[in-house]
């Protein structure tokens, strides 16, 4: 791997921002330090660009997710009005902490299906994004974990851009017990890593990534994806 990269190899990252939460918060049982992660992810090249995909709820996308939730007799988390207007302002103190620390934010809607379940609409643009960047860089590092992003990587791989997926194949969460067997979140799919030129399991990085007391009053606003997670996990 060393061989093949230098300081003139051109490195662009795309964060699929809910696996990547999944995998760090709740998998991992980390909150991240966003400027070590871009050193580790783009280390000994020069960084073209690093985006961060994130899923954002409008007052439709919420009205639909509680109407779905209500049909089906279920509960609905943060109906509050100031329970969820201080998540907004968590989610805004996120994405300015990202946008001061080396990212750029793509912000899109959340799709609420039929019965309930959400998921924040960023495959595509995240796809489009990274064809029209591959004629910009030599290497590129998704941040991702689903197998449906393996057509991505084959294109990228024919245009000549050197793809490293990074993401984690760990089979369970931080906290598994046998009492209480928790499987691990977001685990990044075996098509995925076939598909990929190389993979940096996160796992084995976590201790570089950590957010730690002293970085975190450096960051602030502080750093957790956290709020965005839960509202996509209820």
Not at 41 to 58: H, K, M, N, P, Q
Not at 96 to 110: D, E, H
Not at 188 to 212: C, P, Y
Request: aromatic share 8%; charged share 30%; hydrophobic share 40%.
């Amino acid at each position: 791997m060393m061989g093949l990269v230098n300081s003139a190899t051109r490195t662009a990252i795309f964060i699929d921002g809910w696996n990547f939460a999944r995998v760090t918060y709740e998998g991992l049982g980390i909150r991240v330090d966003f400027r070590r992660l871009l050193s580790l992810l783009c280390s000994g090249t020069t960084l073209v660009r690093a985006r961060y995909y994130i899923g954002e709820w409008s007052e439709e996308s919420y009205a639909l997710y509680a109407a779905a939730r209500r049909a089906r007799g279920l509960t609905v988390e943060h109906a509050d009005p100031a329970e969820a207007e201080r998540r907004r302002r968590d989610q805004q103190g996120f994405i300015r902490m990202l946008n001061r620390n080396g990212y750029q934010v793509v912000r899109r809607g959340m799709r609420v299906h039929v019965d309930g379940t959400v998921k924040a609409e960023i495959g595509i643009d995240l796809a489009v994004d990274a064809m029209w960047m591959a004629d910009h860089c030599d290497r590129m590092v998704l941040v991702m974990g689903d197998a449906e992003y393996v057509p991505l990587v084959h294109a990228l791989a024919l245009k000549g851009v050197r793809v490293v997926v990074a993401g984690s194949q760990s089979n369970w969460a931080y906290n598994h017990s046998v009492e209480h067997p928790r499987p691990f979140p977001g685990r990044a799919s075996d098509e995925l890593l076939d598909a990929a030129d190389e993979f940096i399991e996160l796992r084995e990085a976590a201790r570089e990534i950590e957010l730690h007391d002293e970085a975190r009053r450096s960051m602030r606003p502080a750093a957790t994806p956290s709020d965005e997670l839960e509202e996509i996990s209820n």
